[in-house]
């Protein structure tokens, strides 16, 4: 019976836990026997922790019988990118340097996790230091894509957006850098958001751009990362970028729907040479959208392709800053496409770096005033073309590297740059057969405009309730 839970929704499951017609136990044994069935095909968990998890799961049916129910994840089987903190437990960050690295202490997201009363169930698999958009991982084998093996799940949080849509978990927590939660779960036909940068503490996850990094949720529906939103968000003391803003009601702001919002559509770069069949799939959503009763405006953007190669400059800068010493005595553990990466940061001047931190400011309130004082929400792809076959995209030379990164992170990069809020959505299958994601995007701190748009797309199509077929 518990096995059958697997296709719903993490809120039907939430209420379900809340009066008791199920039990985290079975769910998370149901879980357990899925991440096992899936796992040798997908290579989605490099860690399935079963003790520990029942244990938990013991627990939180023990405290909800008693009438101490947590809120909305108490009881709930999720599974994270390997990149979270916890005391006592083993954290690769995906990189064999980090094969052996066993954490000291939590990182807030695991703390609020345990808060909420959710159930760790393992973690995941992603890119080397978070490092690879196509989701590669040379050390612990590429994570497969559950729509078709043969083709990329996208990265960094590989593993994440796999395991949600195999139904392995019923939520994921992963990382976005460049695009690393948006471009899996447009990939793999999940909802991913990446939040406004400070809207979630980034205390004890693994960095990869101190500047750009944010931490984001992966989930079947979009109510479901409103839920683990609302659970992670809010100030930190020991992330001093965090916000000192109070937390939303993000389900509650899911009841508004889409009526009078108004969407902009840009005129420039975004659109620009995106493959027929996903443009044809966005088409329809972004007419979707305004059947319900949103409101189309055409606008141009600031230049987009200045915006990522400042993005790039500081992502690469940052990156060797924290990798200095082990590029330089370690540079074999590294694999072509990470170390290619790190390297190119010693090249970037000083001065183009603090010169491009100078200009955030400024390039942000140009794009907000260009956009949103016009528009309530940005409608753009997540990737302009289909899912490539992972074939395409391995590399041979840091020629190559730079190739894949263009390719996959040309709609999704500038984002981290400006801090802005982007929602991933499947809205439809390209011609290939595999999932196409549209993106959301606010002003800062717009996720609950955001959540609330997607939610009233999905309650108007079916995308998001499809399940890919995982067979030997």
């Known amino acids: 019976m518990s096995a059958g839970w697997l296709d719903r929704p993490l809120a039907e499951v939430a209420q379900a836990l809340r009066t008791r017609a199920v039990s985290s136990v079975e769910l998370t044994r149901a879980c357990l026997a899925r991440a096992q069935a899936v796992n040798p095909l997908l290579n989605c968990f490099l860690d399935i922790e079963t003790q520990s998890a029942l244990a938990d ?33 083993r954290c690769t960050g995906g990189a ?62 590989s593993g994440s957006a796999a395991a949600v849509a195999a139904r392995a978990c019923f939520g994921a927590v992963g990382s976005d850098t460049g695009g690393s939660v948006r471009l899996p779960a447009a990939l793999c036909g999940v909802v991913g958001l990446k939040p406004t940068y400070g809207l979630i503490s980034r205390y004890g996850a693994l960095p990869r751009s101190w500047s750009l990094d944010t931490i984001g949720p992966l989930a079947r529906t979009v109510e479901d990362c409103a839920l683990i939103t609302a659970a992670l968000a809010g100030r930190d003391v020991r992330d001093p970028t965090t916000a000192v803003l109070p937390v939303p009601d993000y389900r509650a702001a899911l009841a508004h729907g889409v009526g009078g919002l108004r969407i902009a559509v840009p005129r420039n770069f975004f659109f620009d040479d995106v493959d027929a069949s996903v443009r044809a799939r966005l088409d329809a959503a972004l007419q ?43 540079p074999q553990d590294y694999s072509l496409f990470v170390r290619s990466r790190m390297e190119a940061g010693f090249h970037v001047p000083a001065t183009t770096y603090l010169q491009a931190l100078a200009l955030r400011g400024r390039l942000l309130a140009q794009f907000v005033d260009s956009v949103f004082a016009r528009a309530d929400i940005l409608f753009a792809p997540v990737v302009a073309c289909e899912v490539p076959a992972l074939a395409q995209t391995e590399v041979g030379s840091p020629a190559d590297v730079q190739r894949v990164i263009l390719r996959l992170t040309r709609c999704t990069r500038t984002l981290n740059f400006l801090g802005l809020p982007g929602l991933s959505v499947p809205c439809g299958f390209s011609d290939n057969a595999m999932p196409v994601g549209m993106q959301l995007i606010g002003r800062p701190f717009a996720e609950a405009t955001l959540l609330r748009a997607a939610h009233a797309y999905q309650r108007r199509t079916d995308w998001h309730l499809r399940a890919p077929a995982i067979a030997a």
């Open 57 to 89: 799961a013991v627990e939180a049916d023990a405290e909800i019988a008693n009438g101490r129910w947590r809120g909305p994840l108490h009881g709930v089987p999720l599974a994270h990118k390997d990149m979270f903190y916890r005391r006592g437990r």
């Open 96 to 157: 064999l340097i980090r094969r052996d690295f066993v954490a000291r202490f939590d990182s807030t997201v695991a703390e609020r996790l345990a808060a909420a009363g959710a159930v760790w169930l393992g973690s995941l698999n992603m890119s080397e230091f978070a490092a690879n958009p196509a989701g590669h991982n040379e050390h612990y084998g590429h994570c497969r894509n559950p729509w078709n093996r043969d083709c990329i799940t996208g990265g960094s949080s």
């Open 288 to 330: 979707t959208l305004l059947d319900l009763g949103a409101q189309r405006v055409d606008v141009d953007v600031p230049d987009q392709s200045r915006l990522f190669t400042i993005s790039d400059a500081v992502g690469k800068s940052e990156a060797a800053a924290m990798h200095a010493r082990w590029i330089r005595e370690r």
